[in-house]
């Protein structure tokens, strides 16, 4: 089996937000199968740039999974082929030699492209700015075992909790629903004691927010769950749906 490939790439090019976009034809030879999506790009940017031509703008950071910043579309699927798998985890074994590969942003209304392959995903960061926290005097921190917690609750808590923030469901879902980002971010935070005081104002205003940014609603296709790195599971937004229901109908606020 070869470990080099003779790639042909369709890259989404975009200028501006407000200027047209095409698809531009690249071809690239001997890639290894050992480099990571990323890295392959950065062969393709090298080139365009020893031949004086404008180099690919891409989001990327930790390169390890963990930040949530690469994020494209790789043949119409969010991260690429690899299921639990983030763009910068993706390596270039999983094509074969001669494949074309279509790179493209994240297509939804709330995350405008800003340039080529990069776009403004801060409709996430104001979703979270209206209840991703919980409000406590800072200083010292506290002892582990203060709060006693049980088990499943811990691990119901940090299975949510490990949303990265791609935006990959938002991408992948045919209504662009930023729903599994929001149920995660609530359901982290619901389920603990520490998260109780603002337990309805948070899911109140979050969905608010959400539906302000202009995502689209959840119609339980499920492809977020499928799209997700982190596989961040649906049943979270089953819990959104109860906790906005019961912020609606009990909460004293």
Not at 38 to 43: A, G, K, T
Not at 107 to 122: I, M, N, Q
Not at 154 to 178: H, L, P, R, V
Request: charged residues 25%; proline residues 4%.
């Amino acid at each position: 089996m070869s470990e080099t490939l003779n790639l042909t790439l369709k890259v989404w090019r975009q200028p501006g937000p407000d200027a047209a976009g095409r698809y531009v034809e690249y071809k690239l030879t001997d890639i290894s199968t050992h480099m990571s999506f990323l890295e392959m790009l950065d062969v393709l940017n090298e080139q365009l740039h020893e031949k004086g031509e404008e180099m690919i703008a891409f989001d990327h950071d930790c390169r390890e999974g963990i930040c949530g910043m690469c994020s494209l579309m790789i043949n119409g699927q969010a991260h690429g082929p690899d299921s639990g798998t983030t763009t910068c985890q993706l390596h270039m074994r999983r094509f074969k030699n001669g494949d074309t590969i279509v790179i493209e942003p994240w297509r939804a209304k709330a995350f405008p492209v800003v340039r080529d392959l990069v776009v403004d995903r801060s409709a996430f960061d104001r979703i979270i700015e209206k209840g991703g926290f919980i409000s406590v005097s800072t200083g010292n921190a506290p002892e582990a075992n203060a709060i006693p917690v049980p088990a499943h609750i811990q691990e119901t808590a940090m299975d949510a909790a490990a949303c990265i923030g791609c935006g990959a469901c938002a991408a992948a879902c045919k209504n662009a629903s930023a729903m599994l980002f929001v149920s995660a971010k609530v359901s982290h935070l619901s389920t603990l004691p520490q998260g109780e005081p603002e337990r309805a104002s948070r899911v109140e205003n979050m969905v608010a927010q959400m539906d302000l940014e202009g995502f689209g609603n959840c119609t339980n296709t499920e492809e977020c769950q499928a799209a997700c790195p982190a596989e961040i599971s649906v049943s979270n937004i089953a819990r959104l749906n109860r906790e906005y229901l019961r912020a609606k109908l009990c909460s004293k606020e």
